[in-house]
């Protein structure tokens, strides 16, 4: 084209612009702009969108918003799709209040908020446990017209059972299936699994009849929810029958799965199930993970059997299965009990060998194991690295 004196247009630069930004060329894209303005052809506010449509997405937010500023110095004011991108990628990162200032912005500009912002909004306050002031919007978008659909009630929902409001969760759902929009199998597995963990198993059975009634079938997530209900309580044989009953309707038990009644078993003192599901496990040519490992190894140690624990514990490395912090820990801590210091300070070695940070609760496991053995050198040891690790954590 320019070969040609055929000088590139704003609906040529916008092309490529769009193009580099969904190959992944950001900054590429962010130098055509810059390219753009020095050759004299002003962006339009589809470019301008474009290119901060894709650095929200990428969470580099601020440089969104410096993009803004130059796009409204060239005389453009920002569209309401301009911000709830803005929005959208402020809430991502936890940005609430400059989300909502946007909020305001946008209303004095008067540019009108969509559905998309106020959902946006409602999913952000809910994730920093914003919940009151989650509710309100939600009553403003009413207000303004706005019918809430599956995305806000999901919101809702998912919200209300993070912040410990059961109740009124269950409520919302409810009048979502009696009136309000179509309830997909997401929104049915977010109920459940609410439900089950506030221990509220009739409810959740009721949801499983809704479901059929919907045309909706529960699949593996769905499963897994109630299976961890029954295995936290303590009700394995009822755990055992979803898992026969999962496996009738065809559906192939995962590693959540698995490791879920594995960690039930072993919480209840059936060590001996724990390690024959352990073993049809490996029968099958599947390799369990590091939790499934770490749920046995914990359930020995607990009753004192380290020598069974340091026998999983090889077995895991064998198969090719990294330990994790938490394993090491749980074994640490059941050596400190037996007044085998040394041996867990060779664990700590060992750990700290392959990479692995310990956390808090390993340094407060040597730390009382050392004061209970009465060594006043590693006592002072632990007690400065117990410190240096608060700091890490915070």
């Given at each position: 084209?320019?070969?040609?004196?055929?000088?590139?247009?704003?609906?040529?630069?916008?092309?490529?612009?769009?193009?580099?930004?969904?190959?992944?060329?950001?900054?590429?894209?962010?130098?055509?702009?810059?390219?753009?303005?020095?050759?004299?052809?002003?962006?339009?506010?589809?470019?301008?969108?474009?290119?901060?449509?894709?650095?929200?997405?990428?969470?580099?937010?601020?440089?969104?918003?410096?993009?803004?500023?130059?796009?409204?110095?060239?005389?453009?004011?920002?569209?309401?799709?301009?911000?709830?991108?803005?929005?959208?990628?402020?809430?991502?990162?936890?940005?609430?209040?400059?989300?909502?200032?946007?909020?305001?912005?946008?209303?004095?500009?008067?540019?009108?908020?969509?559905?998309?912002t106020y959902n946006s909004l409602t999913y952000g306050f809910f994730k920093v446990g914003w919940v009151n002031e989650a509710l309100a919007l939600v009553c403003k978008m009413i207000q303004d017209g706005f019918s809430p659909d599956a995305y806000t009630c999901?919101?809702?929902?998912?919200?209300?059972?993070?912040?410990?409001?059961?109740?009124?969760?269950?409520?919302?759902?409810?009048?979502?299936?009696?009136?309000?929009?179509?309830?997909?199998?997401?929104?049915?597995?977010?109920?459940?699994?609410?439900?089950?963990?506030?221990?509220?198993?009739?409810?959740?059975?009721?949801?499983?009849?809704?479901?059929?009634?919907?045309?909706?079938?529960?699949?593996?997530?769905?499963?897994?929810?109630?299976?961890?209900?029954?295995?936290?309580?303590?009700?394995?044989?009822?755990?055992?029958?979803?898992?026969?009953?999962?496996?009738?309707?065809?559906?192939?038990?995962?590693?959540?799965?698995?490791?879920?009644?594995?960690?039930?078993?072993?919480?209840?003192?059936?060590?001996?199930?724990?390690?024959?599901?352990?073993?049809?496990?490996?029968?099958?040519?599947?390799?369990?993970?590091?939790?499934?490992?770490?749920?046995?190894?914990?359930?020995?140690?607990?009753?004192?059997?380290?020598?069974?624990?340091?026998?999983?514990?090889?077995?895991?490395?064998?198969?090719?299965?990294?330990?994790?912090?938490?394993?090491?820990?749980t074994l640490i801590a059941t050596l400190c009990k037996e007044d085998k210091l040394n041996a867990a300070l060779l664990m700590l070695d060992e750990m700290r060998a392959k990479g692995l940070v310990p956390n808090e609760v390993t340094y407060n496991t040597l730390f009382w194991g050392a004061r209970k053995r009465g060594d006043c050198e590693k006592n002072l040891f632990f007690n400065e690295s117990n410190a240096k690790a608060r700091l890490c954590?915070?």
């Open positions: 084209m320019e070969e040609m004196g055929i000088p590139p247009n704003v609906i040529t630069y916008s092309i490529l612009i769009k193009s580099l930004c969904r190959w992944g060329k950001i900054d590429e894209a962010h130098e055509l702009l810059h390219e753009m303005r020095n050759n004299h052809c002003l962006p339009n506010i589809v470019t301008y969108s474009t290119l901060i449509d894709a650095l929200c997405k990428k969470g580099r937010v601020d440089e969104a918003l410096v993009l803004v500023a130059q796009m409204i110095q060239d005389g453009l004011c920002p569209n309401t799709f301009l911000y709830n991108t803005l929005i959208s990628g402020l809430c991502k990162l936890d940005k609430e209040d400059e989300a909502l200032g946007l909020l305001i912005g946008m209303r004095r500009s008067h540019c009108s908020p969509s559905i998309i999901s919101s809702l929902i998912n919200g209300l059972f993070k912040a410990g409001k059961t109740e009124e969760a269950y409520d919302v759902f409810i009048q979502m299936i009696e009136s309000g929009p179509f309830t997909d199998q997401v929104t049915f597995n977010g109920v459940i699994n609410g439900l089950c963990k506030d221990g509220q198993m009739d409810k959740a059975w009721d949801c499983f009849q809704i479901m059929s009634k919907k045309g909706l079938h529960p699949d593996v997530v769905t499963y897994n929810s109630v299976i961890a209900a029954y295995c936290r309580t303590r009700h394995m044989s009822m755990a055992f029958q979803m898992l026969e009953k999962m496996t009738r309707k065809g559906l192939e038990p995962d590693k959540v799965t698995c490791n879920t009644i594995i960690d039930g078993l072993c919480k209840a003192g059936d060590l001996a199930s724990a390690h024959l599901l352990m073993n049809k496990i490996l029968d099958e040519g599947k390799v369990p993970d590091v939790m499934a490992y770490s749920s046995l190894i914990n359930g020995h140690c607990k009753i004192g059997q380290m020598d069974e624990a340091l026998k999983l514990f090889k077995s895991m490395e064998m198969v090719g299965i990294a330990a994790d912090v938490v394993t090491y820990t954590s915070k």
